[in-house]
């Protein structure tokens, strides 16, 4: 489809384990946006590229999460040596320009699990 | 900081009736303001946006009018409809691309 595209959908993980989140945006757009949703609660922002660039990575709550885009698309979220704080949905949105007022597409996201 | 606050849930209503959910901002500077909206088993999707003050965003019956003299965003429907129940997230972005969420509203509509 033309939409964002996020795998796996569920990931169940044992603390301790490094996990791989991958977000495929809709092609050709600059900017793509990783988020965490905790149960009940609103996404919370974590980083942000433009193109290739992480022009902001002041949400990443550790130095144990580290994002990549390294070809300005497909994008990867990495957590290492998780923690059971670490389950929640982690969503990926990209949008078409740099412009803030653009809308931002999101995925489905990935639901972490971390027993 | 920045932040967004919205009226706890969840909302039942019946269908047909006026809905409102109140969304208040704080936030340094002029933000733009959005209504997202997540369905059962779906992505987050944009439902409306205002960017500047007393501008009225719309979309699918929703309104919500940008009011800066009273920080708020709240989000109405003149008559609302059972595949309206979903979740409903108010957000701001100020001047870089950071986009802060609410809490969330679940609604609930009866048939």
């Known amino acids: 489809g033309a939409g964002v595209s996020q795998s796996p959908r569920y990931k169940v993980a044992k603390r301790g384990q490094d996990v791989a989140l991958r977000c495929d945006p809709i092609s050709g757009h600059v900017s793509l946006f990783w988020y965490q949703q905790a149960l009940g609660q609103g996404p919370e922002f974590l980083t942000y590229f433009q193109n290739e660039a992480q022009l902001d990575k002041s949400g990443l709550p550790s130095d144990r999460f580290f994002a990549e885009r390294p070809e300005g698309s497909v994008s990867t979220l990495k957590i290492q040596r998780t923690q059971q704080e670490d389950s929640a949905v982690y969503l990926c949105?990209?949008?078409?320009?740099?412009?803030?007022?653009?809308?931002?597409?999101f995925g489905d996201g990935t639901r972490l699990s971390i027993l | 900081g920045d932040s967004v606050t919205q009226m706890e849930g969840p909302v039942t209503l019946s269908e047909e009736a006026f809905l409102t959910i109140n969304c208040t901002y704080t936030?340094?500077?002029?933000?733009?303001l959005f209504w997202y909206v997540q369905y059962p088993g779906e992505g987050l999707q944009l439902l409306l946006k205002a960017t500047k003050a007393d501008d009225k965003g719309s979309n699918k019956g929703f309104e919500a009018t940008y009011r800066k003299e009273t920080t708020s965003f709240h989000l109405e429907k003149g008559s609302v409809q059972v595949s309206d129940s979903a979740v409903y997230f108010c957000?701001?972005?100020?001047?870089?691309?950071?986009?802060?969420f609410g809490a969330g509203t679940r609604l609930f509509v009866k048939a």
């Open positions: 949105a990209s949008s078409s320009t740099q412009g803030e007022n653009q809308p931002q597409h």
């Open positions: 957000a701001l972005r100020t001047g870089g691309f950071k986009t802060i």
């Open positions: 936030a340094t500077g002029y933000p733009s």
